[in-house]
């Protein structure tokens, strides 16, 4: 119950950041769940779990495990490595889903991209884009006497909603 809480304040915090676009994806995630459960099912609850599901990484500041290399190490091109070692939590069981977005109705992201996240999830934790941009969510962690993760604050953009930006335009 704690975790849920914290997950809509973050959302509330945020919500006037999201482009709509998004969230209208997110709320049609909810219907969709909705459609196939039938009418036990409470649309306006399912989308406020959707949105939620959707600021976990925003809450809990991902730290999985990135590694890139170019240049001489790979023999001249990028490669970048992701492992979604979340941990305990609600995807420990490894649930994970790819999803190929395209522009099919000249409508949506200017380059098709594709996404490795959870269920539910809209915003982009790592992806690749069909001109080759590749993203990956990563904190970073200070080091010295005191290590911490870096201050932040919830006064923007969600950071995977921003990395979808990025792979949807950019070139």
């Known amino acids: 119950a704690a975790v849920h809480k914290a997950l809509n304040w973050v959302w509330e915090k945020e919500a006037q950041y999201v482009p709509q676009r998004l969230v209208d994806e997110m709320d049609s995630i909810a219907e969709g769940i909705c459609s196939v459960l039938g009418d036990k099912c409470d649309v306006e609850e399912n989308k406020k779990l959707v949105r939620a599901t959707n600021m976990i990484p925003e809450l809990i500041r991902m730290s999985c495990t990135a590694f890139g290399a170019w240049g001489k190490a790979t023999g001249g091109g990028l490669v970048q490595l992701r492992a979604l070692d979340f941990g305990p939590g609600p995807f420990a069981n490894y649930t994970v889903v790819s999803t190929n977005r395209a522009n099919t ?67």
């Open 105 to 171: 109705a000249g409508e949506g992201p200017s380059d098709p991209f594709v996404s490795v996240a959870f269920p539910g999830m809209v915003g982009v934790i790592t992806g690749v884009s069909k001109s080759g941009i590749g993203v990956s969510e990563k904190v970073w962690m200070t080091s010295g006497k005191k290590r911490d993760l870096q201050p932040g604050g919830y006064d923007g953009e969600p950071d995977v909603f921003v990395l979808r930006d990025i792979l949807e335009n950019a070139s």
